[in-house]
């Protein structure tokens, strides 16, 4: 064999070891039925609302344009500097395209409800770069990671977050089919997370029973009070509103809900972002994390900085994990 044929072999390697990493993977099939076709170079992708640019900051950070709704100031201290300095990113609309051709996407992601809504946006042309749309239901994070992270050309780090989110999904909770209740709104005016919430599909992925009142007009949110929650008995009690701790450690009303008075009432955590729902995005892992370890606010504050670290790429200090694990902490009554 010719010494030139026998080269062949080593140099096609050299020229796939030597690729660039953002180099297209050709065609992708999104949540609209849609083959896409994926442009020859992908350097900037554009998020087109909070739950795809969550996505992306744990996939492909270095690759994204910008945020539709910047971080605020503590979010952005568990980022680190280039997520934080990033600017805001126009919105997925006709009237913003002169802002969106300004930031010069290569790539628009969507990532959330598959509605349709969402399906005509995404379906539309006249954007200055194709849009894909992922469905942003919980448990098909590990998929929608292994798929971005190839059309991104960075298959490995998606392979590791799906692997990640895999085994968080998978993971036996000693508690499971805990009764629950999840609240948002003040005290004095609740709202409890029913069928169709973020904070439901949240829960439930875990195998909990998330309960809500009985209402004739439905809604993924239902008016909720002190006394219903009693009689509703939960388990567990979830409230968004970290003012909430204070009022439920001191009202008697909340005394009489069984899950205040035995230590089992927790305050949402919602840093970098919820734990549970805004936005619907990866973040919610933590949610999921949250329902194996929340009996033990040490473990969980541990594991939750480990897993904010994989995610987001910065590592929270001790004073970080301290003061997570002081929020963590159950709602106790107020001593006389």
């Known amino acids: 064999m010719p010494s030139e044929l026998r080269r062949l072999p080593f140099l096609l390697l050299l020229v796939l070891l030597l690729a660039p990493a953002w180099a297209s993977a050709g065609e992708v099939l999104d949540a609209t039925g849609r083959h896409v076709t994926l442009p020859a170079t992908i350097v900037r992708v554009m998020p087109a609302g909070p739950p795809a640019a969550v996505l992306l900051a744990a996939l492909a950070p270095d690759m994204m344009t910008g945020w539709p709704h910047p971080p605020g100031p503590a979010a952005a201290a568990l980022l680190g500097a280039p997520l934080a300095a990033l600017p805001k990113s126009p919105p997925l609309e006709k009237a913003a395209l002169a802002a969106i051709e300004a930031t010069h ?24 770069a194709p849009v894909l749309l992922f469905d942003g239901a919980l448990d098909q994070a590990p998929d929608v990671l292994r798929r971005l992270g190839a059309a991104l050309g960075r298959a490995a780090r998606g392979e590791e977050l799906a692997r990640m989110a895999d085994a968080i999904l998978s993971a036996r909770r000693p508690d499971a089919a805990r009764r629950v209740i999840y609240a948002r709104g003040e005290p004095d005016a609740l709202i409890a997370a029913a069928p169709g919430s973020q904070p439901y599909e949240t829960l439930r992925a875990a195998g909990w029973q998330v309960l809500a009142p009985a209402s004739e007009e439905g809604g993924k949110f239902r008016p909720v009070t002190a006394a219903v929650i009693a009689t509703l008995d939960p388990d567990v009690l979830i409230l968004a509103d970290p003012a909430s701790r204070a009022v439920l450690a001191k009202a008697p009303e909340w005394q009489a809900v069984r899950a205040v008075r035995e230590g089992h009432a927790y305050v949402a955590p919602t840093l970098p972002f919820g734990w549970f729902e805004e936005p619907p995005s990866i973040n919610r892992l933590l949610g999921l994390l949250w329902t194996e370890h929340y009996a033990d606010p040490a473990a969980l504050a541990t594991r939750a900085a480990s897993l904010q670290a994989e995610l987001y790429g910065r590592a929270p200090g001790a004073a970080d994990t301290a003061a997570l694990r002081d929020a963590l902490a159950p709602i106790r009554a107020a001593t006389p």
């Open 105 to 128: 996407p290569d790539l628009i992601v969507d990532y959330g409800t598959i509605s349709p809504r969402y399906l005509a946006r995404a379906q539309e042309a006249g954007f200055g």
